[in-house]
């Protein structure tokens, strides 16, 4: 099964100097020097031979056009008004909203809320001084989510569901090549406005997720099968239905809650698929019935296994997700942080603590 293979293995690594991230009381660190001249990258998915790499895409100069080929035509000038007309009464200006092109269009038509998602997530673990660092870093290709909240980070909240046998668990953990996760997330401390039902599908390397919305109020009779489809919006009535068919078939319950502070970015390109997430205090607690509440007082930190916790430094867990091929900058970061990529999951992680899949 081919990986994606964005890991600073296929580039070369600047190493981080370790001693400051134990010993440094004020929790900073110098950044590593730039490599001298950052070569593009390619994006490859993989194959049987191997997995995917990022290739040298260096750009290739363009041709020389040749003699022989022939010159555009210059464009035919608009003749002149005749006298006493003005130019705008004789070549009135197209409307241009009379006849939109189709991809104004399509965004004349866009959702508020987005419910359809597909592409490649990659995740590594940070230390809070490289995190800030990498936001630094990051501001010139990145802007910061709408959806954060003014001076600080979203909270999000959900609540995952699973069968009596743990099945999704077990997909996860021995590699099945298509699994799904059902879960309900909502938005706020605590949790409020809309809920939001995903279907989250992992096949091979690739992430595909669906979503619809109803009041948080509505969680419970969802989840016990009483609501109907058409109290969604028409473009999101077959997402829910797909949710509640899945959770029927598989006699899903809940099993876990799962909350964390994100810090997310989007793509300063108009139409570049790329968002960038950061989580920090991920917590997990059992859950209180079929509605997405929990209680302060019960969290329990999910940290990275095997990380070191010197000098009370905390860990953030950075995402990256995009369409197809990842931006060149995007390989610069993974370069001069030295990240390696993780296979890593809130969810199973949480079970494993729960001591619920035995």
């Known amino acids: 099964m081919g990986q994606v293979g964005l890991d600073s293995s296929d580039v070369p690594i600047p190493q981080l100097d370790e001693s400051a991230l134990e010993e440094s009381d004020e929790h900073t660190l110098a950044l590593p020097p730039a490599p001298v001249a950052p070569v593009p990258f390619a994006f490859s998915r993989g194959s049987a031979s191997g997995p995917a790499r990022i290739a040298d895409a260096s750009p290739v100069p363009p041709p020389v056009p040749s003699a022989r080929q022939s010159t555009p035509p210059m464009p035919r000038p608009t003749p002149l008004p005749p006298e006493g007309k003005t130019r705008e009464s004789v070549y009135p200006k197209p409307n241009r909203l009379s006849n939109p092109p189709p991809r104004a269009l399509a965004k004349s038509k866009a959702q508020d809320v987005k419910t359809t998602f597909e592409r490649f997530e990659v995740k590594y673990w940070l230390p809070e001084p490289v995190a800030a660092l990498f936001v630094e870093f990051a501001k010139p290709y990145l802007a910061a989510s709408p959806f954060n909240a003014a001076g600080s980070f ?17 997909d996860h953990i021995e590699g099945i090549p298509s699994r799904i996760k059902l879960r309900v997330r909502g938005y706020g401390d605590p949790p409020r406005g809309l809920a939001f039902f995903e279907v989250k599908r992992k096949v091979k390397t690739v992430t595909l997720k669906t979503r619809a919305t109803l009041p948080i109020s509505r969680v419970r ?30 006699r899903a319950e809940p099993v876990v809650v799962i909350g964390a502070y994100r810090e997310a970015f989007a793509s300063r390109l108009p139409g570049e698929e790329v968002r960038v997430t950061l989580d920090r205090e991920i917590a997990y607690q059992r859950p209180r019935g079929w509605e997405l509440t929990c209680d302060p007082k019960l969290w329990r930190p999910i940290t990275p296994i095997g990380r070191r916790r010197s000098a009370g430094l905390g860990w953030a867990l950075l995402e990256l997700k995009f369409l197809g091929t990842p931006p060149v900058w995007m390989g610069e970061i993974v370069s001069r942080f030295g990240l390696q990529r993780e296979a890593f999951s809130k969810y199973t992680s949480a079970i494993q603590l729960l001591g619920g899949a035995t």
């Open 221 to 250: 009779d969802v989840l016990r099968g009483r609501a109907d489809p058409r109290e969604c919006k028409a473009h999101e009535r077959a997402h829910l239905g797909t949710f509640v068919s899945l959770a029927r078939f598989h």
């Open 154 to 170: 979203q909270r999000n909240t959900s609540l995952y569901l699973d069968t009596p046998t743990f099945k999704f668990f077990h």
